[in-house]
């Protein structure tokens, strides 16, 4: 049986697709079937982000609306064998994504996949509604700035009452918080809300916090999950995020400025 | 002078009834007596003749005279006395007429001439309320608004029709228009006492009716409790705090960490701005001292 988690946020542009690619190609990687799901229907990024835009056939509204089977819109990552995309279609928009539809498609991939990652949209409307409600884990990503955080707390507040698990009494959607563009020399200057001052507004488990990176940006352009760039911090903070996620014990990394040594500014300066 | 029938009548000076209420039934925020503060205006920028007039609703603290026998005439003594003792006071005072203890003891009196009693003492009767059907009747023909039960009653009545939006325990004027969320999760209770023990999130609303409301986690900003008695937080209050929603103005806010955007208390508020630096971040409790809102350091 799956676990299904969801990537939201409430804002736009925070990094949910980032880690949506992230997240999944880290599972898959460590041998976990895994599925990757684009619920931003109408504007279809994640199939960008994951490089596999040239294969897109059907898509996830198809599946819902019966116009495919699952195993025709499924794209199989060229990187990594148990990692697979269904691509949110382009042309409609959020209103073809209903209940039941997502329901059926998320059962059907439950029995074959261990995890089964939602990438919302952003908005707390009918398309982000969707891709929480049947979520069990949700990764709540945050930038570390006022309105960020905000729209992060009124999400939490939507998964904490209106998501399946809150409408049938079951065990409550386990809540983790990423942070993300995390710049530690602004924070050091006073110019970010740190760590501490987001845990101290949303209070959530601390999943990891990804250093603001250039690495991000020229991975998305090339269609790889940044995760796959082991020379960057923002790669292997996306490693390390998916490591605690499976419950090991790593310590959180990049949070205060690079004390530059005497021999880095020798040979680098 | 003849000795009157032993407490044939009562006056509740200080109780507070709403006088508009039955007349519009569509008002969602009537159902709360006793409030001091203007409830919202309800349609004045809708109206062509907007600037003909402005509906607004807006609460006043009545006598209410709670009779306790049917015999007019022991009434008739027992209020002359009264009125002879504090003749301003009754003079051209609007009150109200409660009738419920009569209908407990299953007696029955003709309004009319009580009306007229009434106004012979210079009293202006302007509605009953706590009466039977039959009473009900009587007073609509006599042109007497019909007025809704003592707040001790509210419970039964909002617990047994859970569809009716909560909106009627408004908060005060400027906060009005933005309570009415899209689709507030909002948390009822059925008994009289309400605990959270989970974090109340930026949009949830919670709304402790008829009693207390404590929560032992964080309220976050945009977050918003509303009780009909006190509320205790025992962690960060960043929302808005809304206590003595039915105008108990004994009511009051207890928080271990005061960083409030509103705080209430039976219509009283006061908005962050006004809540003084020194009383933020500290464990304080807010009370009303004479209709002033006060914050108090614990």
Redesign the interface.
């Known amino acids: 049986m799956a676990r299904i988690i969801v990537i939201t946020s409430g804002k736009g542009g925070v990094g949910k697709t980032t880690t949506a690619a992230a997240l999944s190609m880290g599972l898959a990687q460590r041998g976990k079937r895994t599925v990757v799901i684009d619920f931003d229907v109408g504007l279809r990024n994640l199939d960008l982000i994951m490089g596999c835009e040239r294969r897109v056939v059907y898509d996830f509204i198809n599946v819902i609306n019966n116009e495919s089977t699952l195993n025709q819109a499924l794209i199989r990552d060229k990187r990594c064998d148990s990692l697979y995309i269904l691509p949110a279609s382009q042309t409609r928009d959020k209103d073809a994504l209903h209940k039941d539809g997502v329901e059926r498609v998320l059962t059907e991939l439950a029995d074959n996949y261990d995890f089964i990652v939602c990438d919302s949209p952003a908005g707390i409307e009918h398309g982000a509604y969707m891709a929480m409600y049947f979520a069990d884990d949700a990764i709540v990503v945050t930038n570390p700035e006022v309105s960020s955080v905000r729209d992060s707390d009124r999400m939490l507040g939507i998964l904490s009452s209106r998501s399946k698990r809150a409408e049938t009494g079951q065990e409550p959607v386990r809540e983790y918080l990423l942070l993300t563009r995390y710049d530690p020399l602004r924070v050091a200057n006073g110019a970010m809300l740190s760590v501490d001052d987001v845990q101290d507004i949303l209070s959530l488990r601390l999943l990891g916090v990804i250093p603001e990176s250039k690495a991000v940006l020229s991975a998305s352009n090339a269609g790889i999950p940044v995760i796959l760039d082991r020379e960057s911090d923002a790669g292997q903070a996306y490693g390390d995020m998916v490591a605690r996620y499976l419950g090991d014990d790593v310590p959180h990394r990049f949070l205060h400025p690079e004390k530059k040594g005497l021999f880095s500014r020798i040979f680098k300066g | 002078m003849r000795d009157p029938a032993p407490a044939a009548v009562r006056l509740d000076a200080p109780a507070a009834q709403r006088l508009d209420d039955r007349r519009r039934p569509h008002s969602r925020l009537s159902r709360t007596p006793n409030t001091m503060a203007e409830k919202s205006t309800v349609s004045a920028h809708t109206a062509q003749s907007a600037g003909a007039f402005e509906l607004k609703t807006s609460s006043f603290t009545l006598p209410v005279i709670r009779l306790f026998d049917a015999d007019l005439e022991a009434l008739a003594l027992r209020l002359g006395a009264k009125v002879e003792k504090a003749p301003d006071f009754f003079r051209h005072t609007p009150v109200v007429i409660d009738l419920s203890e009569l209908v407990k003891r299953q007696l029955t009196i003709a309004l009319a001439p009580l009306i007229g009693l009434l106004r012979s003492y210079g009293m202006i009767p302007v509605g009953v309320r706590g009466g039977t059907r039959e009473h009900a009747a009587a007073a609509e023909a006599l042109e007497l608004a019909v007025l809704r039960d003592a707040p001790t009653r509210r419970n039964a009545v909002a617990s047994s029709t859970p569809a009716e939006p909560k909106t009627s325990a408004a908060p005060p004027k400027p906060i009005g228009p933005l309570t009415i969320a899209d ?1 507030p ?1 909002t948390q009822q209770s059925d008994s009289a006492f309400m605990l959270i023990t ?7 609303r919670i709304y402790a009716a008829g009693g207390d409301l404590s929560i032992v986690a ?1 309220v ?4 918003e409790l509303m009780a009909d008695g006190n509320i205790h937080v025992y962690g ?1 209050l ?1 929302g808005r705090a809304l206590a003595g929603m039915s105008g108990n103005l004994e009511a009051r806010i207890f928080c271990h960490d005061l960083q409030a955007e509103l705080i209430s208390i039976a219509g009283n508020y006061r908005v962050s701005e006004g809540i003084p630096s020194e009383l933020r971040r500290v464990p304080v409790q807010v009370f009303l001292d004479h209709n002033i809102l006060r914050i108090e350091k614990l």
């Not at chain 2, 989970?198 to 949830?204: E, L, T």
């Not at chain 2, 976050?220 to 977050?223: D, P």
């Open positions: 689709h999760p989970k974090p109340v999130r930026s949009g949830q964080q976050s900003s945009g977050a960060t960043r």
